[in-house]
């Protein structure tokens, strides 16, 4: 079992910026993937960003050059810099450790508003 706790969520105003932290009870390096998720309300949970094991990046369109996902292998811990906020980046944040054979966890969530 992994367990994983999101934190850095809150209430921010548009064009303003939070940083996600997603810690790990086991050793993010081991990991085949990182990610995090989204879900607004009445949407299907979207990918935001990916990592992989090698860190190489990946992000959905709508959050291309405001985001960036990094990690911190000595403190088992992803982050998403979330830059330039917009009210439609509304939703619970979820992070994902995939591991090598593609079993995934999931954390509880970390809800970020953004106010127009």
């Known amino acids: 079992q992994v367990q994983l706790v999101e934190s850095g969520g809150g209430l921010v105003q548009a064009g303003g910026s939070l940083r996600l932290s997603c810690a790990s009870s086991r050793s993010i390096f081991s990991a085949a993937a990182m990610a995090w998720y989204r879900q607004a309300p009445e949407k299907q949970r979207e990918l935001v960003a990916s990592?992989?094991?090698?860190?190489?990046?990946n992000y959905a369109d709508s959050v291309k050059g405001r985001f960036t996902m990094s990690r911190d292998v000595r403190k088992n811990t992803a982050y998403l810099q979330m830059n330039s906020l917009k009210p439609e980046d509304t939703a619970v944040y979820y992070c994902?450790?995939?591991?090598?054979?593609?079993?995934?966890?999931w954390g509880q969530g970390t809800q970020v508003t953004v106010s127009s």
């Open positions: 994902k450790y995939v591991e090598i054979g593609a079993r995934a966890y």
């Open positions: 990592m992989t094991s090698g860190g190489t990046t």
